[in-house]
């Protein structure tokens, strides 16, 4: 996913800290001699420093994305109905543990009781992993608006989710090639950014991908999708 930054205060808002494994590819992405000539090439169609930048940041993070990105549905509801259980069962043990059972929340302050009855309105330890477990298994309830029609978070994610397990690679190319292609539309007679993509994603994942590739992958992209 892009950001949207348009300026040094949005910038500093957007700066996370960076997990270590995406601050080696951050790394490695900035002393890449080919992502370095792609770099000279967006500065010259305008890019700023800090567009740069939020460039290769979202490049950086899409090895660590590939999992969820490209989870099937089965197996994300699979993941999501062993993780509730796992939630219930531990909620049951805090709610009778002698020193978390009166653990709770307001908005602002944690609250500690010698019992949860003791709480009040504020949220207990129990409450939020009973809270998150119900949205884990039972997504019907949640509800998203679309443009012509309202639909459950379950049905959102169902056709959203991918029919089958995209690869690292194709995922990673791919990707790469969708943060790209705005930057190369302004031209007088539009060209695919497959080297480009090519060179970002050689210094991603380590390996020499050819442009010619990137083609391949996008033309095989364009048939699963319609043939879906």
């Not at 949640?142 to 690292?168: C, G, H, L």
Request: some cysteine.
């Amino acid at each position: 996913m892009t950001a949207d930054i348009d300026n040094d205060e949005d910038y500093a808002d957007y700066v996370r800290p960076i997990l270590p494994e995406v601050a080696e590819n951050y790394t490695r992405l900035r002393a890449d001699k080919g992502v370095n000539s792609v770099i000279e090439k967006l500065k010259r169609k305008g890019l700023s420093d800090l567009e740069l930048d939020v460039l290769l940041r979202n490049v950086a993070n899409l090895s660590r994305d590939y999992d969820t990105a490209t989870e099937s549905w089965t197996s994300k509801t699979k993941r999501r109905v062993q993780l509730a259980k796992k939630l219930r069962k531990l909620a049951e043990e805090v709610a009778n543990d002698p020193d978390l059972r009166g653990l709770g929340w307001f908005t602002g302050p944690t609250v500690y009781a010698d019992d949860r009855a003791m709480l009040d309105d504020a949220t207990s330890l129990t409450d939020l992993m009973n809270a998150a477990a119900i949205e884990l298994d039972t997504p019907e309830t949640i509800r998203v608006v679309m443009i012509d029609e309202t639909i459950s978070a379950a049905e959102f994610e169902r056709r959203t989710s991918p029919k089958r397990k995209m690869s690292r690679r194709r995922y990673v190319c791919l990707a790469i090639f969708d943060l790209l292609k705005l930057y190369f539309s302004d031209e007088a007679t539009t060209r695919a950014p497959n080297k480009e993509t090519a060179l970002l994603a050689s210094a991603l994942l380590q390996e020499e991908i050819d442009p010619n590739a990137i083609t391949q992958l996008r033309e095989g992209h364009r048939r699963r999708y319609y043939k879906d």
